[in-house]
Antibody, heavy 119, light 110 residues
C-alpha cells in the first residue's frame, strides 16, 4: 500500500522556520517526485514546488523562492520542506504528494501538516 | 503565475450533472494537455479524479469526465451522488516547469 505520512502539527512564531517531513512507503522512493502544496484556512490550494527524488534537484514556485528548501533522505524514504522567515500568512495545511516521472498529476497525498504562525 | 479561474460554487440535484470550468492562459491550460482535477472533502487531503485533461485514474468512477477547449478546461460530474459534495480544484502544468491550481469550486448536491 502506497502511503505518505507527514510529521505532526507545528506552532511557530513570526520569523522562525519550520521543517515538515513526508515519509513514503509502499514503493521505490526515487521513482516518484514529491510535490509540496499548501492550503490556508478556508482558501484554495497553492503549489509550492517539487523535489526530484532521484537526483535531489528542485523547482520552487516564484512565491517561495529564497524562503523554501526541499530536500530528501533516500535512506529513510523521507522528503522535507523547510520554510523560513515565517509570517502569519504562512498559517496553513501543508501537503506532500507524489508524481510518477512526467505524469503531471499528484497522488496519493500525505495527510497534511498544520503549521500555525502566531506571536 | 496567477491562479486558474473557477466558479466559486456549483450545484446539481441528485442524479443530475454539474459542469465546472477552469480558465487559464496560453501559458498553462491553453498550451499543455496536463490539466488534472482534484476532489477534496472537508478536512481531507485532495484526491485526483482526472489527469491529462480527460483520463481517469484506476478506481475513479466513469461519472467523472474532463475536456478542454482553448484556455478553458472543464470537469463534468454525472449522476450526482451525495458523496460528490466537496471542493473541486483544477491544476495545470505551466511554462517554466511549474504548476498552478484553480481557485476552487464548492459543489453542492441538492
Amino acid at each position: 500500500q502506497v502511503i505518505l505520512v507527514q510529521s505532526g502539527a507545528e506552532v511557530k512564531k513570526p520569523g522562525a522556520s519550520v521543517k515538515v517531513s513526508c515519509q513514503a512507503s509502499g514503493y521505490p522512493f526515487t521513482t516518484y517526485y514529491i510535490h509540496w502544496v499548501r492550503q490556508a484556512p478556508g482558501q484554495g490550494l497553492e503549489w509550492m514546488g517539487v523535489l526530484y527524488t532521484d537526483g535531489g534537484s528542485v523547482k520552487y514556485a516564484d512565491n517561495f523562492e529564497g524562503r523554501v528548501t526541499m530536500t530528501r533522505d533516500t535512506s529513510t524514504s523521507t522528503a522535507y520542506m523547510e520554510l523560513r522567515n515565517l509570517r502569519s500568512e504562512d498559517t496553513a495545511m501543508y501537503y506532500c504528494g507524489r508524481e510518477f516521472h512526467a505524469d503531471y498529476w499528484f497522488g496519493p497525498w500525505g495527510q497534511g501538516t498544520l503549521v500555525s504562525v502566531s506571536s | 503565475q496567477s491562479a486558474l479561474t473557477q466558479p466559486p460554487s456549483a450545484s446539481g440535484s441528485l442524479g443530475q450533472s454539474v459542469t465546472i470550468s477552469c480558465t487559464g492562459t496560453s501559458s498553462d491550460v491553453g498550451n499543455y494537455n496536463y490539466v488534472s482535477w482534484y476532489r477534496q472533502h472537508p478536512g481531507k487531503a485532495p484526491k485526483v479524479i482526472i489527469y491529462e485533461v480527460n483520463k481517469r485514474p484506476s478506481g475513479v468512477a466513469d461519472r467523472f469526465s474532463g475536456s478542454k477547449s482553448g484556455n478553458t478546461a472543464s470537469l463534468t460530474v454525472s449522476a450526482l451522488q451525495a458523496e460528490d459534495e466537496a471542493d473541486y480544484y483544477c491544476c495545470s502544468y505551466a511554462s517554466g516547469n511549474v504548476y498552478v491550481f484553480g481557485t476552487g469550486t464548492k459543489v453542492t448536491v441538492l
